[in-house]
């Protein structure tokens, strides 16, 4: 892939080319638009970049991306503390709060269970959640990972590992088209499943 390029060029593409959904011939267009660009425009990008990392970090609660900790939702004294919403992506987060219908708090898995990917328990941040329960203040745990295989198993591992806590623990409802992404559904089909949302059966 580097014959023919410059060694920063080549350099540029196989950091491109990393990125999810980004293949070969992406990646060279991509540096060669940033070649194309002003040099403002190309460093803003970099600086965005930079200004992300150093910024951004996981709340210590939740685990969603914020710049404060804890996330300015857990913070909210508007919201209600005893609904704890479990989903697996941060992105998740964002496809909830735009409907603008939930009030309760979140709780991001940071991941979802994936034997085949290694992606074990552990690997979830299934432990703090318990904690979080354990304190009392929470009453019901809605387990909106995805409606697909992966997204079922992580949701009956979550289930089991909230047992004896006495916290009502439901799923959205059917409606979110099985085997989607949650990050991806249309906002009325999920405040529609979150509204319509059941106790997960023992
Ligand atoms: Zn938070």
Not at 38 to 57: F, P, W, Y
Not at 82 to 95: F, G, I, P
Not at 100 to 110: A, K, M, Q, S
Not at 163 to 172: C, N
């Amino acid at each position: 892939m580097t014959r023919g390029y410059t060694e920063s060029i080549a350099r540029l593409m196989d950091l491109l080319g990393r990125m999810p959904g980004i293949g070969e011939r992406t990646a060279e267009r991509l540096a060669y638009h940033v070649l194309r660009s002003s040099d403002q425009e190309a460093l803003a990008l970099a600086d965005a970049i930079r200004e992300v990392k150093h910024r951004v970090r996981q709340c210590s609660t939740c685990h969603q991306f914020a710049e404060t900790d804890p996330c300015p939702v857990c913070s909210d004294p508007r919201r209600d503390r005893s609904v704890l919403c479990v989903v697996e992506d941060a992105r998740d987060v964002v496809s909830i709060e735009q409907t603008g219908g939930y009030r309760g708090l979140y709780h991001v898995l940071c991941g979802r269970l994936a034997p085949l990917d290694g992606i074990e328990p552990e690997d979830l941040t299934v432990r703090s959640l318990r904690t979080r329960v354990a304190g009392g203040e929470v009453k019901e745990v809605i387990v909106a990972t995805d409606p697909d295989m992966e997204g079922e198993a992580t949701a009956l591992y979550v289930r089991q590992a909230l047992e004896g806590t006495g916290v009502r623990v439901t799923r959205p409802a059917r409606g979110l088209p099985s085997g989607s992404r949650l990050e991806y559904a249309d906002s009325a089909v999920l405040t529609d499943a979150l509204t319509g949302r059941r106790e997960m059966p023992r």
